[in-house]
């Protein structure tokens, strides 16, 4: 029976579990297994699938594949039924080419769809587990937290403080408060506030609910309202070769035109230069580039993945490549976001802790003595409060332990286990009654506790919030007037903890005689109790990839809640901060105009005490200079921004399902230096796409060119129409491929970030291709030439001379695409063994059509002598050579610059060093 669409908001919370037959413990995995069978997956209609054959049937919408059909069938009335044959099976051949690129693209953006797929905490079997969002069934009881995508419709049954954004569904832009008691009456969907539901998201707070509705049936389900799904967009690249195909297509069809009207008037038949200019076309137009840089992308987004980087759109891979700032958090992505209590601060004294991580061992010490923490009554006050005012858990035994929460409170925990004190121990003396959670805004967090009748808040937060709530302190065990100086002189101690790159956290309570006495702003006359510092050190690796970036030309920016002189010594140890930088705190931030705080962004390096706002300003500032902007992020306001920046950046593994959907890429390891990986692999992607538009344009426009002139002199056309397709395929296609998978460059992060408005096609790459074209015309026409002028030579001589010239001249001017400024003995020749299985395998094809039977009746070929293989290869290889030293004499120019640039400095070096003497 269907017990579900029910008015739940109606009923009290025994009454939903009662009748969605669940417990506050959860399901057992045997009622979810038959609920799923009842229900299905929490999963809306879903779009239909591409199947392998709507992609099969797509390829045969192609202009291509036009242009081939409709040179079979000029070759079936012509009576050229090998020619017909053969086109067919380029047709089919060429079909399959674009059908394995077009399967791989389609496979590789449904990946990307389940590494984005949405989570959600459920308690199963009396425990918290995570699991993929689409296997939550009615009955679930699910965990919601700060951050979070709702992932069902739910029946709240605890809540603490907890608010939900339910615009995706109202459209009312108010955050809700939420609460468990039931609803009489009708009430409307805006107001039902004992609900959440699905694509909704918790703003803060926390709570729990149990599952009432799931997938079609929840109230976004009803509308078909899909929140979020993966879309495949066309990305500037492919916008731009696609408006470059046309455009080439167009000059190519013109030309074509011109050269059959030529030839019939000139007495080559009808059908016949029909065929020629066929073939002309469909070698001349790069109908299939845009196809293969796709395929480029796809599987740059498969490379980044395995390094932890998860491309959620695909223009985001280019644009990675022209970042020009990184915006970076602190804690969890430069810093390994384990979090250790090394010193505390309290009664005038300073406690010294030992141990590392999240290991529980360790001692308190003072002035070089080990104390005993619980004998000391501030100590054992303030231990106290780190553990009770705490949402985090640790599980574990031995070893190092597992947090489950914030790393800043696991590392209290870990503090207590040192001292002896269990968090289940304490909270079983000090049962918690009420929370008033943290946020960027407030700056601390308390929780009220009832303990032998009367009532206590524990308050933690930033030293400067903290203090000024205090009006007494804890000395000895002794609460004491707290005056303004000894708050200031509080304030300079913690000020030498943040000197000293240590996060510091303040610690107070206030008592009271029972619950029904805390009223209106609990956090005020508290007793302060003292502080601790703790440390926070850098991922592996992140020295080096932040002098990655800027030998890169890319600007590191941290961004951190943390005091100023604490971001300061953490920003100098990692030389994001240099002499001349400045940092700016969210309160100089405040005090900026736009126009005022845009003069200076260029100079700042490091933001302390900012708040996620904060974040979008920044951004904005920077674009107004012209940067293209890397924002990383992790919780529900950082959103804006991420959404504002080219590339936002989520956290995978800390970031909260708001920020992840708002991102461009999402970090699976949180780590700094992935991002700098992908903007490498960014590079190496657009880098390897100039590659392959290089030789492919070189090899096509020669083709149509050679076959142009051979009209216009009125000479026997040097290539048949098999020939050209011939050419056009194997070169063009074989070796190209292996192009897209050239490995990056050593130098390729030592350039200064492209601009983001390049032309793919730019001045300089249509000067090198302007270059060879000539030299692969004339060097074509010249062999043929030769042989039927000269040597007086048979035609189908002088064809096969031209067949394997111009091929040759393709196989080796790949060697020159694959490095824009290194030879390709620098570059190594057998470092891409894609390529050289290319060409080997278009050099087998080529033999075959020159000395087999079958080649010789189809391509009309003849075999070639050795003499005359030796001219084929000698003038194709002229190609790589005069490139070659084409490279030389740059290099040579590059290096004799860099020597002048640092003559020129040193000399102006010692000029100044006179003038201050």
Known sequence: ????????????????????????????????????????????????????????????????????AFAAIVSFFLGEQIDFVVIVIIIAFTAFLGFFQDYRAEKSMEALEQMTTKKAVVVRNGKKCDLD????????????????????????????????????????SLTITKETAKMDGEVTLADRKNMAYTGTFIVSGQGRGVVVETGPRTEIGNVAQLISEIKQEKTPIQQKLDLLSKKIGIGVLVICAFMFVLGVIRGTHFLDMLLIVAAVSISGIPEAMPAVVTVILATGVKRMAKKNAIIKKLPAVETLGAATVICTDKTGTLTQNKMTVK?????????????????????????????????????????????????????????????LGEPTEGSLLIMGLKAGLLKGNLEERYPRTKELPFDAFRKRMSTVHTHKGAAFVFTKGAPDIVINRCTHMLVNGQEKDLSPGEKHRLLDKSYIFAENGLRVLSFAYRQAKDAKSLRGDIEKDLVFVGFVGMRDVPRPGVHESIAICQQAGIKVVMITGDHKATAKTIGQELNIF???????????????????????????????????????????????????????????????????????????????????????MVLADDDFSTIVKAIKEGRTIYSNIKKFIYYVLTGSISEVIIIFVAVMMGVPIPLTALMILFVNLVTGDLPAMGLALERSSDSIMRLRPRSIKENILSEYMMLRISELVPLLTLGTISLFMWEIVVLKGPLPKARTLAFCTIIFFELFHIYNARSDDKSIFDVGIFSNQYVNYGILASVGLLILTVYTSFGNVVFGTVPLTMYEWFAVVVMASSSLFIVEIQKIVVGLEIKEREKYEVRAASQEVQEDMRMIS
Not at 28 to 57: A, P, S
Not at 346 to 371: M, N, Q
């Open 343 to 403: 010193k505390i601060y309290t009664a005038g004294k300073v406690y010294d802790v030992t141990g590392e991580g999240y290991i529980p061992k360790g001692d308190f010490a003072f002035d070089g003595d080990k104390v005993d923490p619980l004998k000391v009554p501030n100590l054992a006050a303030l231990i106290r409060i780190g553990i009770l005012c705490n949402d985090a858990d640790i599980e574990g035994e031995g070893g190092e332990m597992r947090i």
């Open 1 to 68: 029976m269907d017990i579900t669409k029910q008015p739940w908001h109606k009923y009290d919370i025994h009454e939903v579990i009662d009748l969605l037959k669940t417990r506050k413990e959860g399901l057992t995995d045997e009622e979810v297994r038959l609920r799923l069978q009842d229900y299905g997956k929490n999963t809306f209609h879903e779009k239909r699938r591409v199947t392998w054959l709507d992609i099969l049937f797509r390829q045969f919408e192609n202009f291509l594949i036009y242009i081939l």
């Open 578 to 664: 240099k002499k001349d930088d400045l940092i700016l705190t969210g309160q100089d931030l405040d005090g900026m105009d736009d126009f005022k705080f845009e003069q200076v962004v260029e100079r700042v390096s490091i933001y302390a005490r900012t708040t996620p706002a904060h974040k979008l300003r920044i951004v904005n500032a920077l674009q107004k200079q012209g940067h293209v902007v890397a924002m990383t992020g992790d919780g529900v306001n950082d959103a804006p921004a991420l959404k504002s920046a080219e590339i936002g950046v989520a956290m995978g593994k800390s970031g909260t399902d708001v920020a992840r959907e708002a991102a461009e």
């Open 133 to 172: 969002a689409k296997e939550v069934v009615p009955g679930d009881i699910i965990v919601l937290e700060r951050g979070q995508h709702v992932a069902a419709d739910i029946r709240l049954i605890e809540v603490s403080d907890l608010r939900i954004d339910e615009s995706p569904l109202t459209g009312e």
